[in-house]
Nanobody, 122 residues
């Protein structure tokens, strides 16, 4: 069973950058599609980005397109979310997830990390 651990969250000023990492263990990482989702207080968890097992396909939510970039390093069993030009509305708990295929749908992912908090101050 794959296990996922996120890191890299924190407090940053608006306009700043953070890079989130998602370290995987216990499975064949390169065979898994990875996704990033986020959940703000009082709101539903929403799709941020997804990447195929090979890294050859990526998709980003419109709200983060041009500012966030998903990537992966299969040799390190790690997925990343580079977040630039952060806005206060990006404040949320960020979760990585693993699934069998790329998708923007929460239910298509089988394994979830515990989340890492990102807070953007204005």
């Amino acid at each position: 069973q794959v296990q996922l651990v996120e890191s890299g969250g924190g407090l940053v000023q608006a306009g700043g950058s953070l890079r989130l990492s998602c370290a995987a263990s216990g499975g064949t990482f390169g065979a898994l599609a990875m996704g990033w989702f986020r959940q703000a207080p009082g709101k539903e968890r929403e799709f941020v980005a997804t990447i195929s097992g090979s890294g050859g396909y990526t998709s980003h939510a419109d709200s983060v397109k041009g500012r966030f970039t998903i990537s992966r390093d299969n040799a390190k069993n790690t997925a990343y979310l580079q977040m630039n030009s952060l806005k206060p509305e990006d404040t949320a708990a960020y979760y990585c997830a693993a699934g069998r295929f790329v998708s923007g749908t929460l239910s298509h992912y089988d394994v979830w990390g515990q989340g890492t908090q990102v807070t953007v101050s204005s």
